[in-house]
């Protein structure tokens, strides 16, 4: 590691196959914690290239725990975070819409590092337990359309990062890596990143798969579909640039977003939207993102995935697949 670090602080980069043995060591227990932060703090200091990125992400794959959906065509929504916003939980709402559509969705997911409610901490909040028991969550995302895939049971090799990151507080590359190493490996994939750098290098890995992908970043600095401008869309084969007017809306403000500031309040404000209760600026935004997930699984325009994603949630579609997999969850 010692090696590696001189390098990188003489702002070098390393190839695919050194970044992704620094991961395995890692998971092998070889660094200390010193060497574990300080190889993270050198990527909050400059832009992880490519090469890195891959590396990284071939070593998480490599090492999870996988599961097997297949049989389900399922498709993750799932954001970097990191995007200093601290809206509501847009994607794990999203995700739920989806569901309610008919669309299955593999939701991977963890506590927040750098926001103040990541997707896990709201669903374990409402009463979802977690686990990496295949069965159950065939079952779930059989019955509820959904099964969540609370990231930690499955990155084993992560244990000796994961207090790293929460004493750190702050976005590291493995913000970057999460949407990239759901351990079903799903065939569809939304995936909202922090900045437009990121979204390019997502686009560029993901043409190199089998994957029918959409990476989202909305240009004021949302690693969603916000609705408060215009979010670059990078799909398999087209790029494009959507505004509120695409989805038969208006904009709104940033503050009509904002997620609360604790645990409770962010699932009240979950809970208030899935139960029909959200404002029109929330509901919104959720069945944007919704729809473009609809869209991308059924190659449809974003309008038409938009309409459905509104029909799910104010039909309370997306509550009744919650309320199937809490009853999953309590059986």
């Known amino acids: 590691m010692k090696k590696i ?38 990527f909050m200091m400059r832009s992880i290239t490519l090469e890195e990125l891959q590396g990284f992400r071939d070593a998480l794959l490599e090492l ?28 794990t709402l999203s995700s739920f819409v989806t569901a309610g559509a008919g669309v299955k969705v593999a939701k991977h997911g963890n506590y927040g590092v750098s926001s103040s409610c990541g997707s896990s901490n709201v669903m374990e909040h409402l009463g979802i337990r977690f686990t990496n028991d295949s069965d159950f969550l065939k079952k779930s995302i059989d019955k509820a359309g959904i099964c969540v895939l609370h990231a930690p049971l499955f990155h084993p090799a992560m244990k000796n990062v994961a207090p790293i990151r929460r004493e750190l507080g702050v976005k590291t590359f493995f913000n970057m890596l999460g949407p990239m ?39 004021d600095g949302y690693d969603e579909i916000s609705l408060t401008g215009e979010t670059k869309a990078i799909r398999n084969h087209s790029e494009m640039m959507l505004s509120s007017s695409d989805f038969g809306v208006e904009p709104h403000t940033q503050e009509a977003i904002y997620g609360g500031d604790s645990v409770p309040s962010a699932a009240k404000i979950f809970m208030d939207i899935l139960d029909g209760n959200g404002t029109e600026a929330q509901n919104n935004v959720v069945c944007a993102n919704a729809g473009m997930a609809i869209a991308t699984v059924k190659k449809l325009e974003p309008k038409e995935g938009f309409e459905l994603a509104k029909e799910s949630l104010l039909g309370g579609k997306g509550l009744d697949s919650l309320k199937k997999l809490l009853a999953l969850n309590s059986n």
């Open 5 to 42: 670090l001189n390098r990188l602080i003489n702002h070098e980069s390393i190839s695919a196959e050194e970044a992704k043995q620094v991961l395995v060591n890692i998971s092998n227990g070889e660094y200390n914690p010193s060497q574990i932060a300080s190889f993270l703090t050198v």
């Open 64 to 91: 999870c725990i996988p599961i097997d959906l297949s049989d389900f065509n399922a498709i993750d929504l799932c954001g970097t975070g990191g995007d200093g916003k601290d809206t509501f939980n847009i994607s």
């Open 181 to 219: 190493v759901n351990p079903s490996f799903p065939k569809n994939q939304m995936v909202g990143v922090f900045n437009l750098e990121l979204a390019r290098m997502y686009g560029y890995l993901y043409q190199n798969t089998d994957k029918n992908y959409t990476i989202l970043h909305a240009l």
